[in-house]
């Protein structure tokens, strides 16, 4: 499940590649497979194995170009271990609402984008995000767990502030909004109540099948309900 919209937001060979608080992986692997070079740093180090050893199956499969490399290294956004003017391109999706110095993560993406780089942000959007922390106090106030809820104006003064300059955004993932109110609601940790189990299979299914009846429902419905902000940019050359 990808957040960052890759026809508006094009990577691929020659591009250097950053992917901060990889997580899983899922962008990663994405633009592995177009034919970029990428760097995947997250703070844990189980999820910095898994998606090392990923890169290691997909190369062995020949799921990617030749050429390409790819590396997943420990790391916090806060002391990035890279030279000033690094990549290309740069993905900071869901990353940026666990941290507490976000103007602080903010300076070092900047510092590490080669100019005329270009770099997707993606946070919780306020409206969804805003019902999750009113039914649940357990769905926020976690180890590693998010910290604020961003408005739009708050990342795009926190890109500008770092002379990013914003180009387009969107909203994503409108179909699991309801799915993560259900879990506040029926209790985070409960996954066997019976909304939250049917939910959930409807939202792999759509994810394995991706079928034109769900796509063009999320299409219609991320204005609104949209889980994810996608906000892209550009740093001055």
Not at 89 to 96: F, M
Not at 118 to 131: G, Q, S, Y
Request: contains cysteine; glycine residues 6%.
């Amino acid at each position: 499940m990808l957040t960052v919209d890759f026809d508006r937001f094009p990577v691929g060979p020659a591009d250097r590649v950053l992917d901060v608080g990889c997580g899983g992986g899922r962008h990663s692997y994405t633009m592995l497979r177009k034919g970029a070079d990428v760097v995947a740093l997250d703070y844990s180090m189980s999820e910095v194995e898994t998606v090392m050893a990923t890169f290691r199956i997909m190369h062995e499969a020949g799921e990617t170009p030749y050429d390409t490399h790819a590396i997943a290294v420990r790391g916090d956004a806060y002391n990035l271990p890279f030279p000033d003017e690094s990549f290309d391109v740069i993905v900071a999706a869901e990353v940026l609402e666990h941290l507490h110095d976000d103007a602080r993560a903010f300076a070092e993406l900047y510092r590490v984008l080669k100019p005329g780089g270009r770099i997707a942000v993606t946070v919780p959007r306020w409206f969804p995000e805003r019902v999750c922390w009113a039914l649940s106090d357990a769905y926020h106030q976690v180890e590693g767990g998010h910290v604020r809820i961003y408005k739009r104006a708050q990342v795009l003064r926190r890109l500008r502030g770092q002379k990013l300059r914003p180009y387009a955004m969107h909203h994503a993932h409108a179909l699991h909004s309801p799915y993560w109110w259900l879990k506040c609601a029926l209790g985070i940790e409960n996954d066997q109540a019976a909304p939250v189990r049917l939910y959930h299979k409807l939202l792999v299914w759509d994810i394995v099948k991706g079928p034109k009846l769900t796509r063009v429902s999320e299409a219609l419905l991320n204005p609104v309900l949209g889980k994810s902000l996608v906000v892209y940019a550009v740093k001055s050359a």
